[in-house]
C-alpha cells in the first residue's frame, strides 16, 4: 500500500467561500480548510518558472525543454541549514514575484473574512525545495505554534507550487488535532517534531491529497501536520507556506522579518 492510501482525503471548502461564518465555523471544527484550485495557476507556474531557473543556475534543477517537470540535476542531496542558507535561497526569499505570492488579493479578502479583522501577513515566509529519496529530511509530525510563537490564532497557508502527486510529497494534516492543546515536541533524528505514539488522539485523522497547482491549504498553529516523503526517483517538490494572524494580537519579532536574516543569524550560530 502507498504512503498516500493511508489519507483519507481533505474535505474541498471552496463551495463555503462565500458563507464566511460555515467557513470559520469548519476550521474550528477541524482545524484546517482546503480550497481546490484557489490561486491563479499562471501566478503559480510563472513563480515556479522563476524558481527552477534560479535552481538550474546553482545546479540543483535540469535545464532545457522539461524545465517546468522540475526534474533533479543528479548528484548528492544537499540537506540542513547548508541548503537552508545557500545562495539560491538567498534569492527567492528576496524574489518580489515570492513576496508578493502570500500578499494576493484573494488570500488577503480570505484571511479578513476568516478572522474577522485587520490581519498581517507575517514576513518569515517560506519555499521549501525537497529531493527525491530524500528521506532524512522531511518535516516530521509538528505543531506551528512551536516555532512561530505569537499567538496561537495564527494560520499557515502550505501551496505546492506546480502539481503535487502523493509520490512526490505533499503535506498531510491530522484533522482535529488543534483541540488538544500544545504537544511536546522532541528530537526526531536530526529534526524536531512529534513521536507517532503521542498522536493517537481521539477524534483526530489523517489526511492529504493530491495537490494541483493553486491549491491551498490553511491551519492552525496548533493544528498537527507533516510532510510526506520525496519517493520519486528524480523529480523536486517545490513548496511554500506563509503565515497570517490578527494585526493586534501577539506576535513573535522573528515572524516579521525575513526568514532569510533568521537562517543567516541561523549559521552564524553554528
Ligand atoms: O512543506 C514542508 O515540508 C513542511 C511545511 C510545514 O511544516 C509548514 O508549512 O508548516
Not at 510563472?46 to 540535476?73: C, H, N, Q, S, T
Not at 535561497?89 to 473574512?113: C, D, G
Not at 516530521?140 to 503535487?164: K, L, N, R
Request: proline share 4%.
Amino acid at each position: 500500500m502507498s504512503e498516500h492510501e493511508k489519507f483519507d482525503e481533505f474535505e474541498d471548502s471552496r463551495d463555503l467561500l462565500d458563507n464566511p461564518a460555515q467557513l470559520r465555523q469548519r476550521l474550528l471544527d477541524k482545524g484546517y480548510l482546503f480550497f481546490r484550485g484557489f490561486m491563479d495557476q499562471q501566478t503559480m507556474l510563472d513563480l515556479r518558472r522563476e524558481i527552477l531557473e534560479r535552481a538550474v543556475k546553482y545546479g540543483y534543477a535540469k535545464p532545457g525543454d522539461d524545465l517546468m517537470e522540475g526534474l533533479f540535476a543528479g548528484g548528492e542531496y544537499p540537506t540542513g541549514l547548508k541548503f537552508a542558507t545557500s545562495p539560491l535561497f538567498k534569492e527567492i526569499f528576496h524574489s518580489e514575484r515570492f513576496n508578493a505570492l502570500p500578499q494576493n488579493e484573494s488570500l488577503i479578502q480570505l484571511f479578513t473574512q476568516l478572522l474577522e479583522g485587520e490581519i498581517v501577513n507575517h514576513r518569515r515566509r517560506l519555499c521549501r525545495i525537497t529531493f527525491p529519496q530524500s528521506f532524512t529530511e522531511t518535516t516530521p509530525a509538528h505543531q506551528d505554534y512551536h516555532y512561530i510563537q505569537g499567538t496561537q490564532e495564527t494560520f499557515t497557508v502550505w501551496m505546492s507550487c506546480g502539481d503535487c502527486p502523493p509520490e512526490l510529497g505533499g503535506l498531510a494534516v491530522l484533522e482535529g488535532s488543534h483541540k488538544a492543546g500544545k504537544i511536546e515536541h522532541v528530537q526526531i533524528n536530526r529534526l524536531v517534531g512529534i513521536p507517532d505514539d503521542k498522536l493517537n488522539i481521539p477524534g483526530t485523522r489523517w489526511r492529504s491529497t493530491h495537490f494541483k497547482t493553486g491549491d491551498v491549504l490553511l491551519f492552525h498553529s496548533l493544528t498537527v501536520h507533516k510532510a510526506l516523503d520525496n519517493r520519486t526517483t528524480d523529480h523536486l517538490r517545490i513548496s511554500m507556506d506563509f503565515r497570517y494572524q490578527r494585526k493586534n494580537d501577539a506576535i513573535d519579532p522573528a515572524s516579521m522579518e525575513n526568514h532569510w536574516s533568521t537562517l543567516e543569524a541561523l549559521a552564524e550560530q553554528k
